[in-house]
């Protein structure tokens, strides 16, 4: 049923999510019967989503002022395996509506650890929009921890620029009282490919993802600092040189 009435069915962003996260009808069957509760619980929440068309278009036209060279691709939202909030391809934007379920009922039984640290509400999504937007106007890919922290934190802060808030509210509660002491354990890490505790995983005691926290910490004292507030944003998203960036950033100097 899966296959028929659901991904032969789909739009050109489903099948483009299929081929990276869901795999195929089988493994969303797999990853439905074991969630079963949660799945049910989700309708409410992704039938709000049309409502936000226009809350979204904001942030395009906003992003469209800051950077003239914006490009606009198909926003798409999908149901998928519970394994991804949104990605780029492409397709367009496609979001993983059924990471934004979390409401005051949800069950959480079915969920592992990882699951409730990263499902969100469904008021998260223009935002999580306005992330993935980010993705489709950088021009470089993050190889060290340096800069795939500062990708993935661009897309925060110029998220947040354009639609008032980004999603990561919660991992800056945690590292703001302790950013000199996360700044030097990523000093000594940033030019290496390790991203584990930093980035897409977590530590004990640690929210996942810090390495979003850090990037976006670096962008925003780049911007802060800049004279011209639309080249700046140019830059942030035409970056050649991660050590420079850092360095003009001036956000080393900040913390003393």
Not at 199 to 207: D, E, F, H, T, V
Not at 217 to 233: C, M, P, V
């Amino acid at each position: 049923a899966f296959d028929s009435e659901y991904i032969k069915l789909g739009t050109r962003g489903l099948k483009g999510f299929t081929r990276g996260r869901i795999e195929n009808a089988r493994n969303l069957a797999k990853v439905v019967s074991s969630h079963p509760q949660y799945y049910a619980s989700i309708r409410p929440s992704t039938e709000r989503i049309a409502g936000m068309k226009d809350m979204i278009i904001q942030s395009l036209v906003k992003l469209k002022q800051l950077y003239p060279e914006a490009i606009f691709p198909p926003v798409y939202f999908v149901v998928g395996a519970l394994n991804s909030g949104g990605t780029t391809s492409k397709d367009g934007l496609i979001i993983g509506a059924d990471m934004y379920g979390l409401t005051d009922q949800t069950p959480t039984e079915e969920l592992n650890d990882w699951l409730k640290d990263v499902i969100k509400p469904v008021d998260q999504i223009p935002h999580v929009v306005a992330h993935e937007l980010v993705y489709f106007q950088q021009n470089y890919d993050g190889r060290t921890l340096l800069e795939g922290s500062i990708k993935e934190g661009s897309a925060d802060f110029i998220a947040e620029l354009i639609s008032g808030k980004h999603i990561n509210g919660y991992v800056h509660e945690y590292a703001n009282p302790r950013e000199k002491e996360l700044w030097e354990e990523f000093r000594g890490k940033m030019d290496g490919k390790d991203y584990k505790g930093w980035l897409y995983s977590g530590s004990k005691g640690r929210p996942h993802d810090l390495g979003y926290w850090m990037g976006y910490k670096i962008t925003r004292s780049y911007y802060e600092h800049a004279g011209d507030k639309q080249q700046a944003i140019h830059d942030i998203l035409n970056i050649k040189d991660f050590k420079k960036f850092l360095a003009d950033s001036r956000y080393e100097e900040s913390l003393k």
